[in-house]
């Protein structure tokens, strides 16, 4: 897959405490764990709880001491939201804060700083609501040196406002990208401006009221 691929090269994941998301089923975060050859810590971050099990199964049948699950969303506050909840075509639960989609849940909110004080690398992936999560922890964690993110083209939050508050914390923005002469080929990773809008984002999907889905995949990292 590109995605595995892509962080492979470009994360450091061996010795990290390595936090994932909005972990779904633990597909990453399995790939994680392998990846950094059991040397550091991971924590899957996932609020619904029929994904829970499952990644609690993948933790037991890899025999990984330093995997922890932790049942919650994160967000800017501490209690809890009503969460979109709806299954997924390939298995596993989707769920979207303040999301209409499927049955309404609710479930805990945690702030990422509390809950991961020690990260090292953080990948997110929440469905939008990523910003209220970088508001609240960018000023805090300064020992994350990478964000893996996957950016959601949401009203109210320009990307280059989005990029610039990265880069103020000293992060170098590197998105993912195809080589010209293979476009088709692996992803890499392309430098980007901070000035970069949603303007010159392809549209990833067009939806049934006329809007569109665009997003992401964002690096950011420091020394």
Excluded at 30 to 47: C, K, N, Y
Excluded at 119 to 125: C, Q, R, Y
Excluded at 175 to 187: D, Q
Excluded at 194 to 219: C, N, R, T, Y
Aim: hydrophobic share 45%; glycine share 8%.
């Amino acid at each position: 897959m590109d995605q595995p691929r892509w962080y492979r090269e470009a994360i450091p994941l061996k010795n990290q405490v390595i936090v994932d998301v909005g972990a779904n089923v633990g597909a990453l975060s399995q790939f994680f764990w392998e990846a950094s050859e059991g040397t550091g810590r991971l924590v899957s971050v996932e609020p619904l709880p029929q994904n829970v099990a499952i990644i609690r199964d993948r933790i037991q049948r890899s025999g990984a001491s330093a995997w922890t699950v932790e049942a919650c969303a994160v967000s800017s506050v501490e209690g809890t939201a009503r969460m979109g909840a709806f299954r997924l075509p390939a298995g596993g639960w989707n769920g979207v804060i303040a999301g209409t989609q499927g049955s309404s849940v609710s479930v805990p909110t945690r702030l990422l700083s509390r809950l991961a004080p020690e990260a090292t690398v953080i990948k997110v992936d929440i469905e939008g609501h990523e910003y209220e999560v970088l508001d609240e922890a960018l000023p805090q964690l300064a020992s994350v040196h990478t964000w893996a993110l996957e950016l959601h083209m949401v009203n109210g939050r320009p990307l280059e406002r989005v990029l610039a508050q990265l880069a103020s914390h000293g992060y170098r923005l590197l998105a993912a990208g195809r080589r010209r002469s293979a476009p088709n080929g692996p992803w890499v990773s392309a430098p980007i401006p901070q000035e970069l809008s949603w303007a010159q984002i392809p549209i990833a999907k067009a939806k049934p009221d006329g809007s569109v889905f665009k997003m992401l995949h964002l690096i950011a990292t420091r020394a």
